[in-house]
């Protein structure tokens, strides 16, 4: 083309270099007049492909506009031409990737359903089979409404006073505190931190709830005020009805500060993940101490455990997930934002790749947490319909029509097959209207106002609010209706296309003023690059339209001066806007209304709600700069409207208080599945049961180096007592209040013989070690069997621990391992390791848990814990697992024929299993499939489990949801008292799929070099999904290495790990 030759040299640049060279080529700067001539072809391939960056294109805009040089101008324009072109076709890129992805995800949806209908229909009548198709029929109707039947439940009310609940929320990100919130500071301390808060302090006044405690992370660093570093904080005493019975000291709402992550430093949420293990095993110390102290107040000496445990976002949603598997109680998730839909949303921008964007938001560790969340949980909060349908409807674990089919099934006592979809309910948030002050519409409120700040007449203002002063200064005639804008400076909040719309809309810049509440700022310079850029671009255009004294945007403001800016504004009959792109439930709506000003709102997402709810103003394409200005004027302009949407307001606003969100929400969670710990409470560490022997006791007594009279003589006691242990102290002081009762005669048995002093314990010797060391090494050969040199380890872990005379007395042994329990012991014996050497034997992958010399049948065979048997069994199908299983693993889609044929890469080994362990033999593992791609498929179906490869790749295991190692240690704190901090758990530098899960925690973490050359982890991850870097913290004094398995140098490293 003529006069754009440069064209044909660039793509003859691209063509001649390659992708792989540009791909490849690192940018060097290049002056434009190097030896008096600009070389495009060289600047193209080496800047503009390699460094194209779209942020840039008006910054270079601005410079073609102010050069001289024609040349130069020339060469500019050409780089932004190509930089356009560039932008476009990596857009069109990335649009057809997503495209692809979204048709494939389609395609495996459909083709769960497949299977989970024919699956289910087999025990179906031909009836059943009828209305389970016109269920999912009727699912799949485009306008047909999520609805729920509400007639079978009984709503909360003043009658469960005696309830007396605990309950547990969390919320770990950003600045948590009770008072002078510090909203807006940065994009992890918003809406969230108030919401969960008062939701805290509105729970602890409902009829029923006795406490409340609302965790998340300690902060103790010099970034952040002290307040955020102090372990509690009471938010309220709860209700004052206290039923004249005597409540105890611990009732009310407290902020519970867990520390975990960087101690010394402010962590950003993106960065805690691999610390949520170190999170919930803190908070589990919390818990299973306060159920105690609970238990002594208000539960006849037992404790009183979780109502419901509540994650609030992604990362709680994962802790609060593990804390319900561990104390076995119901999970709610509250999601807020959801990680697939800001995914979707970024994607669809064509700016940045997946790979980019997992780069900088974890995107897929959060999707993998809320993937977890729905697997856990009872029941989900959500504030919309919009949120279930088009948010939740993007997951894995959750699909609209086959949880109504599921529903329908459980409801006719039909088998799901171990199949199961958590509840959505829409439970808009609350809001404290404590604060607000409903004014009649008089004809004295138009010339409040004036005669507040002082009118033309010369009159003294009054005193008014410091925030209106610092609003109105802003302003050249603050008498004029406000348009009130809220929020953080997001670009999703799109208060530029506000400002844009005021700007151009002379009759509305007539009529009325703009104020803009963006948070607080001290320099822009040091925010956030979008929050940073969103403000500059906002000094941009007031300059543009010359906007000045129109348009108010205060630097800074306390949460406590929210309601006099909402009060402000309504004086002055403004108006309210919340012009989001999309925005999940719109809180600042339902406060505006409370202080009687009607909205103007996007019609995307939560708005919609309350806009049907309320009927208090206009919705709005956001995206439609003429419409948000035709919504504002309308309601500036004709009064009458404003009045009625103001009257309509105040009339519905009561749905939105937080006893009626609270009433709602007890209600809901009643009507969920209750299960909390069935075993008996009389066997903590520091308890005797009432039918354990008291030589037994003494015994215990004696190990720790104490010497007892029998004539159970306290001043004997006296000197020994003085400086021991004071558990020590109230465990003797026990025994010899057990030793002054009368002594019964010896019961004889059946056969006339006396019973034997020295009988055995019924509890595992476990609850009396202060200490555990935890052998998880997996090291086995490429058959998958174990490795001699794993017996020779363990002799070594065994002479380190016992070389130290002070910590071998109250030291203990567990192994941690995927072999069956059969095999474990032949291994063992092998090695002529006994097993009595062990306290604990987890086997199966956590499958099952075993106590040897304890839980044993009369022939001396071992049978694992009936209690951890139980506790694991929550949502176990077995058998619709392994036809899913074997379904999956034989075909690429799986579908597949399900004939057991020679070709099959798996092998079902009975051998390995149990009735909670599902095992296969990997008899190829090119064709295995990696876990997050069996997960995937699993949840489709409603399965949920703990798929994981292990045994140096050579078999796949499925154990329950609430299985795990990892787990598994946590079980022996919350059933034996063991702390998880008092733990050393000794891997190799690699292992099974559960790997990672091991490493992170309280408990102390010895890796030990060299040993373990080949795990299963490579199949673990797909490509794109998250990184170990998200599960397994970089830098942790709680994890130390060893390069030797010797005594000695396990000795040392155990020392060193002690004083951590």
Known sequence: MAGNEWINGYLEAILHSGASAIDDHKPSQVNLRERGHFNPTKYFVEEVVTGVDETDLHRTWIKVVATRNTHERSSRLENMCWRIWHLTRKKKQLEGEELQRLANRRWLREQGHRDVTEDMSEDLSEGEKGDTMGELVQCETPRKKFQRNFSNLEVWSDDNKGKRLYIVLISLHGLVRGENMELGCDSDTGGQVKYVVELARALAMMPGVYRVDLFTRQISSPEVDWSYGEPTEMLSSGSEDADGMDVGESRGAYII???????????????????IPEFVDGALAHILNMSKVLGEQIGGGQPVWPYVIHGHYADAGDSAALLSGALNVPMVLTGHSLGRNKLEQLLKQGRQSKEDINSTYRIMRRIEAEELSLDA????????????????GLYDGFDVKLEKVLRARARRGVNCHGRYMPRMVVIPPGMDFSSVVVQEDTTEVDGELTSLIGGTDGSSPRAVPPIWSEVMRFLANPHKPMILALSRPDPKKNITTLLKAFGECPPLRELANLTLIMGNREDIDVLSGGNASVLTTVLKLIDKYDLYGLVAYPKHHKQTDVPDIYRLAAKTKGVFINPALVEPFGLTLIEAAAHGLPMVATKNGGPVDIHRALNNGLLVDPHDQKAIADALLKLVAEKNLWHECRKNGWKNIHLFSWPEHCRTYLTRVAACRMRHPQWQTDTPVDDMASNESLGDSLKDVQDMSLRLSFDGDKSSLNGSLENADPEVQDQVGRILSKMKKPASDPKEDTGGKKQTENVVNKYPVLRRRKRLIVIALDLYNSNGNPDSKMLQVIQEIFKAVRSDPQTSKFSGFALATAMPVSETLEFLKTGKIQETDFDALICGCGSEMYYPGVYTEENGKLYPDPDYTSHIDYRWGHEGLKKTIWNSMNSKDGGGDLSKDSSSPIQEDEKSGNSHCVS?????????????????????????????????????????????????????????GLNVANMYVILGETGDTDYEEMISGTHKTVIMKGLVEKGSEELLRTSGSYLRDDIVPGESPLVAYTTCATAEEISNVLKALSKS
């Not at 500060?257 to 610390?275: A, N, S």
């Not at 949980?377 to 939740?392: L, N």
């Not at 399965?943 to 295991?957: D, E, G």
Request: glycine fraction near 2%; charged fraction near 30%.
């Open 257 to 275: 500060r867990i520390p975990f992550g960087p101690r010394d430093k402010y962590v950003h949420k993106e960065l805690l993940w691999p610390h």
């Open 377 to 392: 949980a009872e029941m989900v909060v959500t504030s919309t319909r919009q949120e279930i349908d088009e948010q939740w």
């Open 920 to 976: 296969y033999l990997i008899k190829d593992p090119s064709k295995a499939k990696r876990v997050d791609d069996l997960r995937q498929k699993l949840r489709m179906r409603g399965l949920r489990c703990h798929p994981m490869y292990c045994r140096n790749s050579t078999r796949m295991q499925v154990v329950p949801f609430l299985a795990s190692r990892a787990q598994a240690l946590r079980y022996l704190y919350v059933r034996w």
